[in-house]
């Protein structure tokens, strides 16, 4: 069955259970939520009156809790330890992240690897993974590292610099991949030949490791190393493509997530995006009837 949601908000007096309702506005059958605003990192505790509701609700909707994902906030950067107050910062945050996780009963937390901010590839890379390695195992949650655009200093560009960070991690059943179709084509990466996509990332790291997809249509060409999102069947990839990869058969039992932008900033599109993902037929109007019907 096909697993289609989208990133959904987590207020503090709704928590999980406004991210459900939200989610099940959009005919949503998963979702992925940042445990309080994507940007910063103040968050608030976790209510679990509010969990245990949410979770009762997703049994009447026939939601499968184990492939609802997290997302940790994108200010968190392992790969710099120039500063080690700063570096530690993270980690400690990550490590309340995956708290807040097995609070909620959340599975998987999606984490960008980071930036190198000019120490260079190598650097991060080991200190991506000694950040990791000081937190995984400690709880019953498997963090996703997510294909980077390539943008700035971003590190995970490429499946060889993730497959170099997952190769250093300690605690292999604790590591998977969260793979974003924006950002793999701002990477270079051409989704029009998905199957060769996977098949380098099955000999590479291994298809089985894939626990999100982020479907994201791409304002920008192949290789520009940009990560601007557009509204699906809008962008370089196109409608046909991201249907491709929806539905491709190797991937059926993973999640996919949309993070595609609001029409005008204002309207989510999500519930008319998954509907055309439905129906599998690109509807060219979907951005004006998303402002009328908002
Ligand atoms: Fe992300
Ligand atoms: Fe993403
Ligand atoms: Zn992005």
Redesign the pocket.
């Known amino acids: 069955m096909l697993l289609i949601g989208s990133h959904v908000g987590f207020r503090k007096d709704s928590q999980l259970l406004g991210s459900l309702q939200e989610a099940l506005s959009y005919h949503a059958n998963t979702f992925m939520f940042y445990t309080g605003a994507p940007q910063n990192t103040s968050r608030y505790p976790i209510q679990d009156g509010l969990t245990i509701e949410a979770l009762s609700l997703m049994k009447d909707a026939k939601i499968d809790y184990s492939k609802v994902v997290v ?1 940790a906030p994108y200010i968190i950067n392992l790969a710099n330890d120039k500063d080690p107050d700063k570096f530690m910062f993270s980690v400690r945050f990550l490590q309340e992240e995956l708290e807040r996780c097995e609070l909620l009963g959340i599975k998987s937390l ?1 984490l ?1 690897p980071g930036s190198h901010v000019g120490l260079g590839v190598d650097t991060a890379i080991s200190n991506i993974a000694k950040g990791l390695n000081m937190i995984l195992g400690t709880h019953d949650v498997t963090i996703l590292l ?1 294909t980077m655009a390539g943008k700035g200093t971003e590190v995970g560009s490429s499946l060889e610099e993730i497959k170099r960070i997952i190769d250093l991690v300690d605690d292999k059943e604790h590591i998977g991949v969260c793979i ?1 179709t924006c950002h793999l084509n701002d990477a270079g990466y051409d989704m029009s030949k998905f199957d060769d996509f996977l098949d380098q990332f099955d000999s590479l790291i291994g298809i089985r490791k894939i626990g999100c997809v ?1 479907v994201n249509d791409s304002k920008n060409l192949l290789g520009a190393h940009k990560d601007r999102h557009e509204n699906i069947g809008f962008g370089t990839i196109g409608f046909d493509n991201l249907i491709s990869i929806i539905y491709n058969e190797r991937l059926e039992d993973v999640p996919k997530i949309l993070e595609t932008p609001y029409v005008d900033r204002e309207y989510a599109p999500y519930k008319y995006e998954i509907e055309m993902i439905r129906n599998k037929e690109f509807d060219s109007g979907i951005l004006d009837k998303i402002r009328k019907q908002a």
């Open positions: 997302h999606v960008h997510e974003d982020h």
